[in-house]
């Protein structure tokens, strides 16, 4: 099916299905096999070589999903990271990589290119001056995350774009937090995008995987190496995740609303000491989040009044699961210092702003006053006395 000129849940639905010629089922059949013909064939398909008609028709939604020529799935968000990385990067190249990085990307980054004799710089700030200041001879690749985890910054898709192509270098994006429903980065002039989709691609905390698109040419290019790394990902998790594409719109544009609700309460709540949400007229970027966004998302990070405990609060809640991932329909908090950003240094985190006691909070599709209840319930229970002075 032509994705051109068609609507988010069409293309969600049915772009990309595989038709069942034989039982003419409503669904994409299963094709489990590991081992194809190779004799008379026009394909000759192997999962590792990411081209089962499993693989290639998610990769078809994918990249309509993102406005890309071309996809590939990958078994994780990390899988398809390092992947797309390291397709662009040789010994002696350099990379410029903003300083509001996903914990597990910076810690690939620091951990292993120095391995690979790829040095690398992280900006200071979030600006185009930022980037460009950072910039060396041997630069090759400018990589983002916009908005950012786990503290919702938001960067400029159409300056850094502008500004790779001023000096020939490739721009990549991780979209995992605002997901192709509320940002398409390549409409912006970004060349790779990169998702978890793991999150809201899955969207229901059953599946594992990860997703890069972008032009038929890079794409070529990051095939040439996933073959060789062996990152592709099973059958039946790529029709699960088929499954569960057909709903994101639907999902995530309820998660936009309830989050945008849920920030409001908690902006204008007297326990709570900052809100990090990019809908709120409040947020440092909340103008250019609404330029180069479609919805604000359904992330956002906050921190409680001093002498709550925020380890004991989370504790507390009964609707709201304490849990290590993020984006599905049932709303979760986590603490990124104990979990996203774990393997960060105490100086990395104080440079990302990342305090022990900031909260993370990933809302779900509950009723709002549901989920109000239980913050209520929680912060009522943990809520610090009140010190008694007496003269």
Not at 6 to 19: D, F, Q, S
Not at 124 to 143: C, M, P, S, W
Not at 344 to 357: H, K, N, V, W
Not at 374 to 391: C, F, G, M, S, Y
Request: hydrophobic share 40%; with cysteine; net charge negative.
């Amino acid at each position: 099916m032509d994705s051109k000129n068609k609507g988010l849940n069409t293309i969600c639905t049915h772009v990309g299905e595989l038709v069942d010629d034989t039982y003419k089922g409503a669904t994409s059949p299963l094709y489990m096999s590991t081992s194809y013909a190779f004799e008379d064939v026009d394909v000759k398909r192997y999962p590792r070589y990411f081209n089962t008609p499993n693989q290639q028709g998610l990769s078809k939604k994918i990249a309509a999903l993102e406005h890309a020529e071309a996809a590939l799935i990958f078994g994780s968000g990390m899988a398809a990271i390092s992947t797309a990385l390291l397709a662009f990067l040789r010994v002696g190249d350099h990379i410029v990589l903003q300083r509001t990085l996903y914990g597990g990307t910076y810690n690939l980054v620091q951990e292993e290119f120095k391995k690979f004799g790829i040095s690398y710089s992280f900006t200071d700030g979030l600006t185009v001056a930022d980037f460009e200041a950072k910039i060396r001879e041997n630069t090759k690749v400018i990589y983002i995350e916009t908005p950012s985890n786990p503290l919702l910054t938001i960067t400029d898709l159409k300056g850094v774009a502008q500004l790779a192509k001023k000096h020939g270098l490739v721009s990549m994006i991780d979209n995992t937090f605002a997901s192709p429903v509320n940002q398409n980065p390549i409409d912006f002039g970004i060349d790779i995008v990169i998702h978890s989709a793991t999150k809201y691609m899955g969207g229901h905390s059953d599946i594992l995987a990860g997703a890069v698109a972008s032009t038929e040419e890079n794409m070529k290019r990051i095939f040439s190496l996933a073959k060789n790394l062996g990152g592709s990902l099973s059958d039946y998790t790529v029709w699960l995740l088929e499954r569960s594409i057909k709903t994101m719109g639907i999902r995530v544009r309820a998660q936009n609303e309830n989050a945008m609700h849920m920030a409001d309460y908690l902006n204008k709540h007297k326990d709570i000491d900052k809100v990090y949400f990019p809908g709120l007229v409040t947020h440092p970027d909340h103008e250019l989040a609404k330029a180069q966004m479609k919805g604000f998302g359904g992330m956002l990070s906050f921190e409680l009044k001093a002498g709550f405990d925020a380890s004991k609060f989370q504790k507390a809640l009964q609707l709201i699961k304490s849990s290590m991932s993020l984006a599905g329909v049932e709303s979760t908090v986590l603490s990124p210092v104990q979990t996203s950003h774990a393997l960060l240094s105490q100086e990395e985190r104080d440079l990302q702003g990342i305090t022990d006691g900031l909260i993370r909070f990933s809302v779900g599709i509950e009723e709002p006053e549901d989920l109000i209840a239980d913050i209520e319930q929680a912060l009522n229970k943990v809520r610090p006395k009140a010190v008694v002075t007496t003269h």
